[in-house]
């Protein structure tokens, strides 16, 4: 797939737009600021030898020199552990720490103005705003459906674009916090480690990240705090507990609150109605309408010390909001109303109106408007006399959708587009032009396709010409580009040598896209559709009057005159497709039916997989269960009986759970009840009165009228004992029932609690 990157030229001077080159001063390594002889700009914190610079809504970056490695001309700066990643209304830029072009980053490079890039095959990377990975040097692709496996695909990537994890395993994920990352399966959540190992199984009912080596994590509702061996700090007995900060964490029982450290040691009993999270060693509690400090040693107080946005506060000095530094220096009094910090410049309020003042407390636009949004990529929306439109940092009326330059990195090749919509490319060190005036540029793995009077070419990251701009069309799949130029189609491979050319008689004709499929063009020439397989270097001359792509099957619908064919480009195969009720199944399978009941399968040739004599439910995890005579059985993904439809019940996702991790399945026969595996060998024998599928590991099994608990091996774990078992819906508890009391028991049999019928 691919995503089309906005660029430009980068218009800005560093000369012209900052002449400072150096700031007086001194760096304090205690606080980790920079303190001026004269306080002329906000310099925030320092981290990796750097700290921002910001006036007048701009931003910039300063050593501990106090010497300027980058102007202020940008709208926000991140700083990162590989380098800076500053934001403009022209772009996003990479540099290194010391203030040069970085030209080879992955993720700076990438950052788009929809903070994620569309990635051929793992979907979509998720960046932020201004480049940096979500966390700890990986980024987190968007699940995406592997229609070559029939799964989603969870993938993180390094700093440098290369795969570290890849898997199938889980529905969903969290970026990495305290090197483990918060990834689900079959609703819960659990966390793996940066290899990939799952190392808490998914057990839990919501996401949350590891802070201070902690966790505050929910099960079946109610709220405890693991360590990342999952040991239990705090047991799972609260409504609610907040996330660690500074030791401490805060907790609710019955809409009080109290504070525990994150040993697990209760701090305050539940006595407040309210408790945030702790900040500069207190924390901010409410009792009685009061609202008063409280620290990890018992005390109080009745001030309350905001927490520092690097290095800065609001503070109240007898009843003036003032904003200092970590030194105590007053910055400037706040005589208005003011927000957080955006881009720079904060809204103000004064006499009804609004306005932006940036971090030293200036007013850089007035208070004049009835309403004002935040500003973002340059620009803030503002409304006057019932009118909304949008100003740029200078107070200007501006359009955002008008300028469109744009410039960015990749991997060594700038590519911008200026004000008028041309692009070009040049080498990111050099400078040196590749081409330019160009109409269009997209990138797809290592191409970057480019746009130029109508006609289109190919470059690699190097700035060199791999196809010149002379071809009508180019369609990437896979590292093979189909190109037409006149009458003439061209296969290219992965090196861009030709592999396999077809002639038509006329060049009156088009090719396109199936972004959908991994291997298919599509070719319309006088009214007729046909196909070219770039990735076997085939092709179906235009003879069909339409055609739709059936993606989970991978299997083409076309229809000539009255007939319907199933097409199947990989194959090169055209088959009558005579089937009027049918439905996807699995890749290059249909499921068809008789008269809306009697249901089949077929492949793509349209020969019969499987008589159309059964119930089919859907597949799951390669596996589905077929019904005939009211006696269930099972099919692979291919359509093979593996296990014939003689049971009275085989459990599958419907009511009666199945976890895709456990590999046995449940079998029903002659009463009684047994397992067997995805291949249809019986692992456990017909010798369980009644039984429900595994989750989690375990299955409850019935004998002599009581009910227990096996592993896959058929070992008896927890006895039996209970007049009804249910499965364990977590790794540590399960429902049971003995006599008229239900309870909560843990994986050895003991009682934890009392249940709820």
């Known amino acids: 797939m691919i995503q089309r990157i906005l660029f430009s030229f980068f218009t800005l001077s560093h000369c012209l737009a900052f002449s400072q080159k150096n700031i007086s001063g001194s760096y304090n390594n205690d606080r980790k600021m920079f303190i001026q002889k004269k306080q002329d700009f906000w310099i925030g914190e320092f981290k990796n030898g750097v700290a921002r610079i910001s006036k007048g809504g701009y931003y910039g970056i300063i050593n501990e020199s106090g010497r300027i490695v980058l102007p202020l001309i940008y709208d926000d700066i991140y700083i990162a552990d590989e380098g800076l990643f500053a934001k403009g209304k022209t772009g996003t830029f990479a540099f290194s720490l010391d203030g040069s072009e970085n030209c080879s980053t992955f993720f700076g490079a990438h950052a788009t103005k929809d903070s994620y890039r569309e990635y051929p095959v793992y979907k979509a990377l998720n960046f932020d705003y201004y480049g940096k990975p979500y966390s700890e040097g990986l980024f987190m692709a968007r699940q995406n459906y592997n229609n070559e496996t029939n799964k989603y695909q969870l993938t993180y990537f390094d700093s440098s674009g290369n795969i570290k994890i890849t898997t199938d395993r889980y529905d969903n994920g969290q970026p990495f916090f305290n090197g483990l990352a918060a990834v689900s399966r079959f609703k819960y959540w659990g966390f793996i480690d940066k290899n990939g190992k799952e190392v808490i199984a998914p057990a839990y009912d919501y996401p949350t990240v590891f802070r201070e080596g902690v966790a505050n994590i929910s099960r079946n509702g109610k709220y405890g705090l693991i360590d990342t061996r999952e040991n239990i700090i705090i047991p799972f007995e609260y409504d609610l507990i907040s996330p660690a900060f500074q030791g401490m964490v805060s907790v609710k029982k019955n809409n009080a609150f109290g504070l525990f450290d994150t040993k697990g040691k209760m701090i305050f009993d539940f006595v407040f109605d309210h408790a945030t999270i702790f900040e500069n060693g207190y924390a901010y509690v409410k009792k009685d309408n009061q609202?008063?400090?409280?620290?990890?040693?018992?005390?109080?107080?009745?001030?309350?010390?905001?927490?520092?946005?690097?290095?800065?506060?609001?503070?109240?000095?007898?009843?003036?909001?003032?904003?200092?530094?970590?030194?105590?220096?007053?910055?400037?009094?706040?005589?208005?109303?003011?927000?957080?910090?955006?881009?720079?410049?904060?809204?103000?309020?004064?006499?009804?109106?609004?306005?932006?003042?940036?971090?030293?407390?200036?007013?850089?636009?007035?208070?004049?408007?009835?309403?004002?949004?935040?500003?973002?990529?340059?620009?803030?929306?503002?409304?006057?006399?019932?009118?909304?439109?949008?100003?740029?940092?200078?107070?200007?009326?501006?359009?955002?959708?008008?300028?469109?330059?744009?410039?960015?990195?990749?991997?060594?090749?700038?590519?911008?587009?200026?004000?008028?919509?041309?692009?070009?490319?040049?080498?990111?060190?050099?400078?040196?032009?590749?081409?330019?005036?160009?109409?269009?540029?997209?990138?797809?793995?290592?191409?970057?396709?480019?746009?130029?009077?109508?006609k289109r070419g190919i470059f690699d990251f190097k700035g060199n010409v791999l196809l010149k701009i002379v071809y009508d069309e180019l369609i990437p799949k896979k590292n093979k580009i189909t190109a037409k130029s006149g009458n003439r189609i061209d296969i290219f491979g992965s090196s861009c040598n030709i592999e396999k050319t077809f002639t038509l008689s006329s060049g009156d004709f088009r090719i396109y896209d199936e972004k959908k499929s991994?291997?298919?063009?599509?070719?319309?020439?006088?009214?007729?559709?046909?196909?070219?397989?770039?990735?076997?270097?085939?092709?179906?001359?235009?003879?069909?009057?339409?055609?739709?792509?059936?993606?989970?099957?991978?299997?083409?619908?076309?229809?000539?005159?009255?007939?319907?064919?199933?097409?199947?480009?990989v194959k090169n195969t055209a088959t009558l497709f005579t089937w009027k009720d049918y439905s996807e199944f699995s890749k290059g399978i249909l499921k068809i039916s008789k008269n809306g009941k009697n249901q089949g399968l077929v492949n793509s040739e349209n020969q019969v997989v499987l008589p159309a004599e059964y119930e089919i439910l859907p597949l799951r995890n390669n596996t589905a269960v077929i019904i005939s005579n009211n006696l269930y059985g099972m099919i692979d993904g291919e359509g093979k009986i593996i296990l014939e439809p003689k049971y009275q019940k085989i459990s599958v996702n419907d009511g009666s759970y199945m976890d895709g991790d456990d590999e046995l399945i449940l079998v029903k026969l002659n009463n009684k009840t047994g397992f067997a595996d995805r291949k249809g060998n019986m692992k456990i024998n017909f010798q369980y009165e009644d039984g429900i599928p595994f989750n989690n590991r375990l299955a409850p099994v019935k004998m002599d009228g009581k009910w227990g608990y096996i592993d896959k091996y058929n070992r008896l774990v927890i006895k039996n004992s209970y007049d009804e078992a249910w499965p364990f819906i977590d790794s540590y508890q399960a429902r049971a029932k003995t006599g008229d009391q239900y309870i909560i028991i843990d994986r050895s049999g003991n009682k934890i609690r009392n249940a709820d019928r």
């Open 291 to 454: 609202w008063f400090s409280v620290n990890a040693k018992r005390e109080t107080s009745e001030y309350h010390q905001l927490s520092y946005e690097e290095g800065y506060r609001f503070m109240n000095y007898n009843g003036n909001k003032v904003y200092e530094d970590k030194s105590g220096t007053v910055i400037f009094k706040n005589t208005f109303e003011a927000g957080s910090f955006a881009e720079g410049l904060s809204i103000i309020k004064s006499n009804g109106k609004y306005g932006f003042i940036d971090r030293l407390g200036t007013v850089i636009i007035p208070p004049t408007y009835d309403r004002a949004e935040n500003f973002k990529d340059g620009y803030a929306r503002v409304q006057t006399s019932g009118s909304s439109f949008y100003i740029d940092k200078k107070g200007n009326t501006a359009d955002p959708v008008k300028s469109s330059a744009f410039s960015a990195n990749i991997k060594g090749v700038t590519v911008s587009r200026t004000a008028d919509g041309k692009y070009s490319l040049s080498d990111c060190m050099t400078k040196k032009i590749i081409e330019q005036d160009m109409d269009d540029v997209s990138v797809y793995g290592n191409f970057i396709l480019v746009s130029k009077n109508k």
């Open 518 to 569: 991994d291997h298919a063009v599509i070719i319309e020439q006088d009214g007729k559709t046909g196909f070219i397989n770039s990735t076997g270097n085939k092709m179906l001359s235009p003879r069909f009057d339409s055609v739709s792509f059936l993606e989970k099957s991978g299997i083409f619908l076309a229809k000539y005159t009255a007939e319907n064919y199933l097409v199947d480009i």
